[in-house]
């Protein structure tokens, strides 16, 4: 399974962006997907999951009521809207696909089998 993430960019604070990510070989709509943020000298961060049917979202509390998880899995992509975006969102931005059997919202990146390159997400003024 190979994941390619797009759409990052310099927002400035307050912006909107979206953020997507397809994916090729495999089944996606098997997976669960995830995405994972990481600043330099911290650990992979957390953002948001969709489980495989789509009918289960998660978010971390630092995204909550301004991320939006989706999927549409006859284009095997998934996407993170993110509004009222602030200078701490500021990270690399990943996809990442679960391939556990069991449909749930997957924290841990350990839960995670296949990784996406990544997508800069700068807010700044």
């Known amino acids: 399974v190979q994941l390619q993430a797009s759409g990052g960019g310099l927002v400035q604070p307050g912006g909107s962006l979206r953020l997507s990510c397809v994916a090729s070989?495999?089944?996606?709509?098997?997976?669960?997907m995830g995405w994972f943020r990481q600043v330099p000298g911290k650990e992979r961060e957390y953002v948001a999951a969709?489980?495989?049917?789509?009918?289960?979202?998660c978010y971390a509390d630092s995204v909550k009521g301004r991320a939006t998880i989706s999927r549409v899995n006859a284009e095997n992509t998934v996407y993170l809207q993110m509004s009222d975006l602030k200078p701490e969102d500021t990270a690399v931005y990943y996809c990442?696909?679960?391939?556990?059997?069991?449909?749930?919202?997957?924290?841990?990146?350990?839960?995670?089998?296949?990784w996406g390159q990544g997508t800069l997400v700068t807010v700044s003024s």
């Open positions: 990442a696909a679960s391939t556990k059997e069991y449909s749930a919202c997957y924290y841990w990146p350990k839960d995670y089998a296949y």
């Open positions: 070989g495999g089944t996606f709509r098997d997976y669960t």
């Open positions: 969709i489980t495989w049917g789509g009918g289960r979202t």
